[in-house]
């Protein structure tokens, strides 16, 4: 019996987006992307995810168009990969707001004028858009110290 239903091929864009998304791992290791962890080993290692869990995980995003594998190893976003960057905030954003008082060390800032983001997508004081160019995250894993996101594109 199948763990979860395919709706590759549903015509709901929800659905779609669910059937390669909707998966925890799949989530961290676009965070980790993100937070310039490129490598098999580093992503690996920041999610505690098994090596064949991170294969797969790591196949699935490639056939949908959201990572390119680099020549010599490591992973890189494509356009589409970088076009999740609201839903990685979303998810952040809606920990904070149903557990205020958590252990949640992901802040979002807007990186031109400093802000925290309170949206998923907008800043509330300039009101850009949260790109992965417009963007800085501070991680207590990654020492705390707010970072810009990756900002270049695979091809």
Known sequence: MPLRSDWSHSTCSIAHAADVLADPWVLLVLR??????????????????????????????????????????????????????????????????????????LRIACALCGSEAVTADWCPACAAPLTAETTTWSRPSM?????????EVAA
């Open 32 to 105: 980790e992307l993100f937070s310039h962890r490129t490598g098999f080993d580093e992503i690996r290692d920041a999610t505690g995810a098994a090596d064949s869990v991170l294969a797969r995980r790591l196949r699935t995003l490639a056939e949908h168009g959201l990572v390119v594998r680099r020549v010599g190893g490591g992973y890189d976003l494509t356009e589409a990969g970088r076009a999740t960057l609201p839903i990685l905030h979303a998810y952040a954003r809606f920990t904070a707001a149903t557990d205020p008082d958590g252990p949640w060390g």
């Open 143 to 151: 020492g705390g110290e707010p970072f810009r996101l990756v900002a």
